[in-house]
């Protein structure tokens, strides 16, 4: 059965479902395609700003932006480089290790993801609009829904540390500088670095005891 033969999928809820979230889909792609367009940007190069912008500082990097954009090396490479010729992204070597290339905002970087951090305000607006517990049932079916894709390969999830089964809350209190610890990384870590998106972020209930 296919979803998108619309005589099959009036009768077919979950049909119905995929091809509500295949328009909401194609929504965004137009979303991000004008606010690009706004600006000058690609929509690869829009969503490399908003990842720079909110990425942990470890994973701002040629490989980083590949596995965000589900690109290739080279690919991520050309759209670093064009946005290095606009002058919104500088490539630094990375402080703990010179060998490691990563890449930062510029000022105008900065500036420029302040321009598009509106570009869905039309879909959080839409969702506003449903009553609360409409929101609370949502927000639950798409978590579900995005972590089968997660674990299809389709998708990574980024957020931040807390709620992460391998983050631990003030585990160095003699350490004001990085008081908190990854498990993961089985590294401490500054305070602000926690409320940036990881990739590596695992919801506590998917670890197995």
């Avoid at 606009?86 to 000022?107: F, N, Y």
């Avoid at 879909?123 to 995005?146: K, S």
Wanted: charged residues 20%; hydrophobic residues 45%.
């Amino acid at each position: 059965m296919s979803p998108f033969n619309p005589r099959v999928r009036s009768e077919w809820m979950s049909g119905q479902i995929a091809i509500a979230l295949y328009r909401i889909a194609q929504a965004i792609q137009l979303m991000l395609r004008r606010a690009g367009q706004a600006h000058g940007l690609s929509p690869a190069q829009v969503q490399a700003l908003l990842f720079l912008a909110y990425a942990r500082p470890g994973v701002r990097t040629i490989g980083g932006l590949a596995r965000r954009l589900q690109a290739t090396l080279a690919t991520a490479s050309e759209v670093a480089d064009a946005l290095e010729r606009k002058g919104l992204v500088a490539r630094e070597p990375w402080p703990e290790d010179h060998r490691i290339i990563t890449l930062r905002l510029t000022g105008n970087g900065r500036r420029r993801v302040t321009d598009l951090e509106g570009l869905l305000d039309d879909l959080e607006a839409a969702i506003a609009e449903l009553p609360l517990p409409n929101q609370q049932t949502l927000q639950g079916a798409l978590q579900h829904i995005v972590r089968r894709l997660a674990a299809g390969g389709h998708v990574v999830v980024y957020e931040m540390c807390w709620g992460c089964a391998f983050f631990r809350p003030y585990a160095h209190p003699e350490n004001p500088a990085a008081p908190h610890h990854c498990a993961f990384m089985d590294a401490p870590l500054p305070d602000a670095d926690t409320y940036t998106e990881c990739p590596d972020f695992t919801p506590r209930e998917e670890v197995p005891a």
